[in-house]
Nanobody
Framework: QVQLVESGGGLVQAGGSLKLSCVAS????????MGWFRQAPGNQRDMVAR???????TYGDSVKGRFTISGDTAKNTVSLEMNSLKPEDTAVYYC???????????WGQGTLVTVSS
């Protein structure tokens, strides 16, 4: 059983910054990579950023240059530094983890980020 817990969501004005954090509650499985996805009302869930076990990162086009993902898969943690936030960034942000072996992906419960104009 794997559980991911997100924190750090809240209300911020456009141009501001916010940091999200995610931690896995168990070390029973070995993480391959972790990432952040987001979903706004009426929209699909889109990939925001991902980081793998050797530190390679991937970002969605809309957040490149503004968001930075960091973490340590050995410690089962990941963070997302969000800068220069825009109202379009408003969404529920979900932590995701993929594992080695025959283990399903894990998803957090989501944390709401609201960016006011």
């Amino acid at each position: 059983q794997v559980q991911l817990v997100e924190s750090g969501g809240g209300l911020v004005q456009a141009g501001g910054s916010l940091k999200l954090s995610c931690v896995a509650s168990t070390s029973s499985f070995t993480i391959y990579d972790m990432g952040w996805f987001r979903q706004a009302p009426g929209n699909q869930r889109d990939m925001v950023a991902r980081i793998d076990g050797v530190g390679s990162t991937t970002y969605g086009d809309s957040v490149k240059g503004r968001f930075t993902i960091s973490g340590d898969t050995a410690k089962n943690t990941v963070s997302l530094e969000m800068n220069s936030l825009k109202p379009e960034d408003t969404a529920v942000y979900y932590c995701n983890a993929r594992y080695y072996g025959n283990v399903p992906d894990a998803w957090g419960q989501g944390t709401l980020v609201t960016v006011s104009s």
